[in-house]
């Protein structure tokens, strides 16, 4: 799978830009600041219809428009052809997105068909960040992978909010507590939907991350824990959820359950975190990509196209290479920096673009 050409209005500091890529290797430079990223984020768009940096549509547009445009034409494994775009204005509350210029009403009807995975030297706080940072890592890729956990998590959060202000208008005397009974049965049905898929999800995950870890960082393998109540059965989660409700009412909010579960990497039973150094946790988020990469491809059969935003200068010269050996051979690729710096022994054939002002040239 391959993105053949991208073009772009008013997308951040873009008036318009059309881009050709190689299909192996492209070559981003520019300085910080010039915009190179911007096109690396419209691709990521273009493939799950919203920013990996996680910002808003109105923080996408550029300066004084009042809309913006994405179009890519992407070409799958079989050869075949097909156009994905989409389009904001302020006039409407979302985005429309079309696949060969037909409006799509759901974004599962897309999700899975175009894979990205994008390295960004943010990935760290993946690692030193939050949970929910950890938690929505692991359910953009099982989604990527099983497109109808959308569908599964996009229940959830419905029937989370709905038994959130149920608990809020009973602490406030508003409703009868019994009320509540019916939303504790869904959302015991939903959590546990959730809580089999992601333990199941992270026995795969593990197994090829631990080696791709050893292999990038030179070091000792590590694994995730997640942290899902230990439950098999409904009726064992209702029965917790029924001892919890006294503490749901106090707090007016669900106080368990998949939207507070964790993903903990340990190594030799200690949390990483703890005592390993800035480059074995880089080194850990740049494996979690390739992990990514490879789980896809050995689920789906499908090619990510790899994304790779200036991420080399985060890396020592050991990593730097054990890094690219992991991925040279993995579909397409596109990397953004400062300054051209060939990579050898990956293809001959690349392109290489300059990016200054909102301004972009083919210089190969």
Same mark, same amino acid.
């Given at each position: 799978?391959? $993105?053949?050409?991208?073009?772009?209005?008013?997308?951040?500091? =873009?008036?318009?830009?059309?881009?050709?890529?190689?299909?192996?290797?492209?070559?981003?430079?520019?300085?910080?600041?010039?915009?190179?990223?911007?096109? #690396?984020?419209?691709?990521?768009?273009?493939?799950?219809?919203?920013?990996? *940096?996680?910002?808003?549509?109105?923080?996408?547009?550029?300066?004084?428009? &009042?809309?913006?445009?994405?179009?890519?034409?992407?070409?799958?494994?079989?050869?075949?052809?097909?156009?994905?775009?989409?389009?904001?204005?302020?006039?409407?509350? *979302?985005?429309?997105?079309?696949?060969?210029?037909?409006?799509?009403?759901?974004?599962?009807?897309?999700?899975?068909?175009?894979?990205?995975?994008?390295?960004?030297? &943010?990935?760290?706080?993946?690692?030193?960040?939050?949970?929910?940072?950890?938690?929505?890592?692991?359910?953009?890729?099982?989604?990527?992978?099983? !497109? &109808? =956990?959308?569908?599964?998590?996009?229940?959830?959060?419905?029937?989370?909010?709905?038994?959130?202000?149920?608990?809020?208008? #009973?602490?406030?005397?508003?409703?009868?507590?019994? %009320?509540?009974?019916?939303?504790?049965?869904?959302?015991?049905?939903?959590?546990?939907?959730?809580? *089999?898929?992601?333990?199941?999800?992270?026995?795969?995950?593990?197994?090829?991350?631990?080696?791709?870890?050893?292999?990038?960082?030179?070091?000792?393998?590590?694994?995730?824990?997640?942290?899902?109540?230990?439950?098999?059965?409904?009726?064992?989660?209702?029965?917790?959820?029924?001892?919890?409700?006294?503490?749901?009412?106090?707090?007016?909010?669900?106080?368990?359950? !998949? %939207?507070?579960?964790? =993903?903990?990497?340990?190594?030799?039973?200690?949390?990483?975190?703890? =005592?390993?150094?800035?480059?074995?946790?880089?080194?850990?988020?740049?494996?979690?990509?390739?992990?990514?990469?490879? $789980?896809?491809?050995?689920?789906?059969?499908?090619?990510?196209?790899?994304?790779?935003?200036?991420?080399?200068?985060?890396? &020592?010269?050991?990593?730097?290479?054990?890094?690219?050996?992991?991925?040279?051979?993995?579909?397409?690729? #596109?990397?953004?920096?400062?300054?051209?710096?060939? #990579?050898?022994?990956?293809?001959?054939?690349?392109?290489?673009?300059?990016?200054?002002?909102?301004?972009? *040239?083919?210089?190969?």
């Amino acid at each position: 799978m391959i $993105i053949e050409n991208l073009k772009l209005i008013n997308f951040r500091n =873009y008036d318009q830009l059309e881009i050709e890529f190689s299909p192996h290797l492209n070559f981003i430079i520019g300085e910080n600041g010039s915009g190179k990223t911007n096109i #690396i984020e419209a691709i990521s768009i273009l493939s799950g219809f919203r920013s990996f *940096k996680n910002i808003s549509d109105s923080d996408i547009v550029k300066w004084g428009c &009042d809309s913006y445009y994405c179009k890519g034409e992407i070409i799958e494994s079989d050869y075949k052809k097909f156009e994905v775009g989409f389009f904001k204005d302020k006039e409407i509350s *979302k985005k429309k997105v079309k696949i060969d210029g037909s409006e799509i009403s759901k974004i599962s009807e897309f999700y899975g068909r175009f894979l990205t995975v994008v390295f960004s030297p &943010d990935d760290i706080n993946i690692i030193n960040g939050t949970p929910e940072l950890r938690r929505r890592f692991f359910d953009s890729v099982i989604s990527k992978i099983y !497109p &109808d =956990y959308i569908n599964d998590l996009n229940n959830f959060r419905h029937i989370l909010n709905s038994r959130n202000t149920m608990l809020k208008n #009973i602490a406030n005397g508003q409703v009868n507590i019994k %009320q509540i009974e019916v939303w504790d049965e869904l959302f015991a049905s939903k959590a546990m939907v959730l809580i *089999k898929k992601r333990r199941e999800f992270i026995e795969i995950f593990n197994k090829v991350f631990s080696k791709i870890y050893s292999n990038i960082s030179n070091d000792d393998t590590c694994e995730f824990f997640y942290t899902g109540l230990p439950f098999d059965k409904k009726e064992d989660f209702l029965e917790f959820l029924n001892k919890k409700k006294s503490e749901d009412l106090k707090k007016k909010t669900t106080t368990f359950g !998949p %939207q507070r579960d964790d =993903y903990i990497l340990k190594k030799d039973d200690i949390n990483f975190t703890n =005592y390993s150094s800035q480059g074995q946790k880089r080194a850990a988020s740049v494996s979690l990509k390739v992990s990514e990469i490879d $789980i896809i491809e050995n689920i789906s059969g499908k090619k990510s196209v790899i994304l790779v935003d200036d991420i080399f200068s985060e890396l &020592d010269e050991k990593r730097r290479n054990n890094m690219i050996d992991s991925i040279k051979n993995k579909g397409q690729i #596109i990397f953004t920096m400062v300054s051209f710096n060939k #990579i050898e022994d990956l293809s001959k054939d690349y392109k290489i673009f300059e990016v200054n002002k909102g301004k972009l *040239k083919v210089l190969k």
